[in-house]
């Protein structure tokens, strides 16, 4: 493959002809007469540019979520510039969402529009939308949309599947220290950061931003660990232990603030509210689940081992998923219980269970591995760099990424003394899929501008990069060990 050329050349080419192709895709994609056939070639668009990402990011030894996310912002940006209508209806895909919404419920489409999208983009995206191949487009980011959700539930589940109540008992307080140090940090910091650098904002846009900075991303950090060796040290455990009670206080953090955004207040009363609703799901979940879980395999024991698997964890997560929402909680919340929930053990009327050909988990990652790239692709799609030229989403993304990381080596505290105390800061420093995740709910619930979302999207980026460079030289660099015993 282009043997005889410079890396640098080689990169141009191929530059070149990912962004011919991705033209070439957005163009076509309503060009057929089959009404599913843009869709198809609409969303497998995506995902070749997703697996172009990951193998990117892979072959320069960085997380896949960072190759997806990249590849999106650059196929959305280029797109934007070169004026390919598919994928300014991606970019601006939430704001005519709602737009669609308020025209379903009565509203003129011009006045929906306006109120969706603002004076200067509503005429823009009407004239596409009105164009040929409007409603196909419209097909094709509905479609997406779903499938990207899809992709974060079952991406959650399997987060779940990895995390152990048992070895949570096991990991000790150090863990549980470092983990609420490691929320309550960044939500303090991150609030007075978009207290002082965005005052027009509302205080429900503040805790917002506050509760997407508290994130951590248990799978980057578990494979940068793994990738330098480290996976059975000290600073490991602790680190892993603390970054998955991290993910619970996350979620349970998402879920009140969320609360608050829906009802409109900052209503302590409504707060409180929240977490109880949030502590009878959970109660519930663990203590009713395991029993509709016999039930369910009961039902389905003459069914094939494979099939009994599929079937009742799909069915299991989605009935989480929308118990949560029922009670006011992101989805996520529920995915993530059902997999901490389900396990393989439950499927003991097919034999022992070390004999089983495929566990859970090897059945549901084929739906991650397609699903989830659509989610970080088309967050980099609707990342917009034309609002970085503004020196105020400068400073403001300057100013989260500094609350981030300094919220998170902080945490380090937490852990012993005889701990590389820096390490394990540095470990829980990468928001990752996590912060994106939070990042595109409060985007769905329009909280976030598109000049904040894109500086959020910035801050998971900075953060999930520089952890690998520098928790090698923590790990590894005695001085600074010692320092800080």
Known sequence: MLRGTTPVRR?????ILLIASGIVIAKTAAGHADPIAPVILGVTGI?????IGRFAARNMNQPSVLGELLMGILLGNFGYWLGVDFIEVLREGPAIFEMMDLTMSGEPMQQAAIDALGYE??????????GPGGAAMIQIAHTVDVFSRYGVIFMLFLIGLETSLGELKQVGPASLRVAGIGVVMPFILGFVMARLLMPELSINVDLFVAATLGATSVGITARVLRDLGQSHSLESRVILGAAVIDDILGLVMLAIVSGIIVSGVFDPWNAATVIVLASLFLVIAFSVGPMFLRFSIKMVQHLDIIEAKMFISFLFVMVLAWF?????????????????????????HWGIIDEHQFSIRDLIAPLEVILVPIFFVLMGVQVKLETFADMHVVLMAGGLILAAIIGKIVSGIGAKRTTNRLAVGIGMMPRGEVGLVFASIGKSLNVFSDELFSALVLMVIVTTLITPPFLKLALFNKKHSKSLS
Do not use: Q, R
Request: proline share 2%; no cysteine.
């Open 11 to 15: 990169l141009l080419v191929g530059l």
């Open 47 to 51: 995902l070749f540019f997703a697996v």
């Open 121 to 130: 983009k509503a005429p823009e995206i009407l004239a596409i939308l009105h």
């Open 324 to 348: 949560a929402n029922l009670v006011g909680l992101a989805t996520i919340v529920g995915a993530f219980a059902a997999g901490v929930i389900l396990h393989d053990a439950y499927f003991y």
